[in-house]
T-cell receptor, first 118, second 111 residues
Framework: DAGVIQSPRHEVTEMGQEVTLRCKPI?????LFWYRQTMMRGLELLIY????????DSGMPEDRFSAKMPNASFSTLKIQPSEPRDSAVYFC????????????????FGAGTRLSVL | GQQVMQIPQYQHVQEGEDFTTYCNSS?????IQWYKQRPGGHPVFLIQ?????EVKKQKRLTFQFGEAKKNSSLHITATQTTDVGTYFC???????????FGTGTRLKVLA
């Protein structure tokens, strides 16, 4: 498997524009996570899905952020309108299952999308 | 809200010296994972600890989970330049399917 694939790797946009980040999880993985990483706030969980259904979106900063998972092999994180404070590295991760004691809940991270909002 | 703090935030060591990072949670954790992120890279899973007081070793790395399941540590013996990166702990909140990542410790190894 190629691992978790994210696109684009880098995105530079102007304030007010819509930004869409994409993620393809590892085939067969039932859980998908979106994280944001900044120097100030570290690695924050934004939202996670189980079997394409959003389970916990309490980390989504505000209504400008939305995430979808239309099928098991694709997810998007959209920011509309974007603001300079959204500049960060956004990671997508997936895991095969959820078991407190097994290795099934290891999260495999994609390479990330570095977003710069000017 | 729930927080997972790590200390130190940064650590510079000479190659061959030991290194330890500590992870502390404000709440009891179901389990804890450790990840390593190389500069410019993404977090990569290292290990998972589940039981109270558990100790696991991976070559020069020793991981420990506290008795109260609220703290953990990672110790590297005789650091090498390949150990450079940021080490994160991630705690699974009891009763949830949510991992909270620690603030991370950035390790720099001087040759």
């Amino acid at each position: 498997d190629a691992g978790v694939i994210q696109s684009p790797r880098h995105e530079v946009t102007e304030m007010g524009q819509e930004v869409t980040l994409r993620c393809k999880p590892i085939s067969g993985h039932d859980y998908l996570f979106w994280y944001r990483q900044t120097m100030m706030r570290g690695l924050e969980l934004l939202i996670y899905f189980n079997n394409n259904v959003p389970i916990d979106d309490s980390g989504m900063p505000e209504d400008r952020f939305s995430a979808k998972m239309p099928n098991a092999s694709f997810s998007t994180l959209k920011i509309q309108p974007s603001e300079p404070r959204d500049s960060a590295v956004y990671f997508c991760a997936s895991s095969s299952d959820w078991d407190r004691v097994s290795a099934k809940n290891i999260q495999y991270f994609g390479a990330g999308t570095r977003l710069s909002v000017l | 809200g729930q927080q997972v703090m790590q200390i130190p935030q940064y650590q510079h060591v000479q190659e061959g010296e030991d290194f330890t990072t500590y992870c502390n949670s404000s709440t009891t954790l179901s389990n804890i994972q450790w990840y390593k992120q190389r500069p410019g890279g993404h977090p990569v899973f290292l290990i998972q600890l589940v039981k109270s007081g558990e100790v696991k070793k991976q070559k020069r790395l020793t991981f420990q989970f506290g008795e109260a399941k609220k703290n953990s540590s990672l110790h590297i013996t005789a650091t090498q330049t390949t150990d450079v990166g940021t080490y994160f702990c991630a705690g699974l909140l009891s009763g949830t399917y949510k991992y909270i990542f620690g603030t991370g410790t950035r390790l720099k190894v001087l040759a």
